[in-house]
DNA sequence: TCAAAAGTGTTGTTTGTACACCCATGC
DNA sequence: GCATGGGTGTACAAACAACACTTTTGA
């Protein structure tokens, strides 16, 4: 940052945008909204809006997050940046520059449509297309980002609740990388790795209505994975 | 994005901050610049300065290099976004929101004062400390980023020139991560890896003016590393 | 008694690690 | 020759993948 003396800077506009994402019914769902004006009226969105004078990014998606959808922390949101879009021309009428966030949640409350945003919903990850300004890259930025992290992070639980059981972590796992995965080696990885996950002593839960019920874990204080949980290498991926 | 009624946004300054690593003899060095003027005069800072109207950041960033300390693409830079920091009073005058880039740069050409800077000079790593602004935890970022990127990317190759041998290779390695590792074991895991380094036939060169003249490679066409190239466990690291 | 889901055991293969050892070069 | 750095081989141990098996619940 230099060059204070060249006052002759140009004021921009700083957004954040939102890729909320959550799991629900076996399948990746992202948070839209229907955006009510133009440009892109009538259009789905990423949630968002402009960062105001007193805030940092990170608490603008916060706020934003709450305005539009109802959202709060308290519901256990995993807030992170994703990275920062600010190519020219990205917004029609002006110049924008959007720092962009990834949001886990782990159960997904209705949400209402909130102050510029007609409507609100979970729209499953595959149907998500077509949406206002370049939130498609975004929202595919997003999903590669938390795929790359389920490998060597502790994300995992950020999509779980604040007790869960290893059949509900190892379906976060399968449901974003799109495969299944043997659950007696899952369970003995998760396990192995320290601080990953703590166990709930005397805890269980029944899950499917069915079956044995499941031992309840916590997320641990990790946050990264080593040795790392690598996904099944997909046969032909340039490794 | 959302929120285009509410035309009361507060214009931001964009700027763009550069965390430039090398490695020069032995040591991870990265590029800083002597502030000309207030705030922090006369401090070290990372290279950077304000997005023009029409350019990207990461074209911004580019040409900030350039004007700042004359390195621009042809020297085989690798550029790629850290995060943004946006915390209010990051500046002490004016509202500034920063996209942090992490570039890697082979070899570590002369560097001279530019515009805004008093000099420029590439200083060891560990001797960079009291920056300018948040300097010292961008840079603190930039290295954990890098270190952790060895691991599972090809990140590596952006510090050697375009022809290196698996010896330098393993030295970026042993640098960033302030370890040593095994010569064969390491030469093993790298040829494993498809993609990341290819041989040029028939290629050797001499490396300490001494020993046997090592095969050379080039950077291969994969960008990320299956498995990963995981760095030995410090004793007590939470795994 | 059956299905479903959790949890344990076992086995063969792969991978990783720690070495010892040979090769080519300059001095 | 010898020091230096490149490159290969090997043997033991750890980790992983696949799959059989037991346990506990609801219907």
Redesign the interface.
Known sequence: ??????YA???????V?LAVLTLREGSLRVLL?E?G?EPYAGRW??????????????TAARRELAE?TGLTDASGLHLE?L??Y???GR?P?M?????AFTALLADAPEVRGG???AQARWMPHGSARAL??D?DRILADARDRVGAKL??TCLATAFCPPEFTLGELQQVYETVWGTTLDRPNFRRKVLA???FVEAVPGAARLTGGRGKPAALYRAG??T?????L?RP?PEG???
Chains 1, 2 share one sequence.
């Open positions: 940052m230099d060059g204070y003396d060249t800077y140009e004021p921009f506009a700083v957004t945008d909204v955006r004006e969105a990423l949630p968002g809006g402009f960062v105001q004078p007193d805030e940092s990014a990170e539009e940046q990275r920062t600010s190519e020219p917004d009428r110049r924008v520059v959007s720092v102050s510029d945003a206002a300004f939130h490998e060597y790795s320290p601080g204080t990790a990264a994975l080593h040795p790392p690598l290498t991926r340039p490794a």
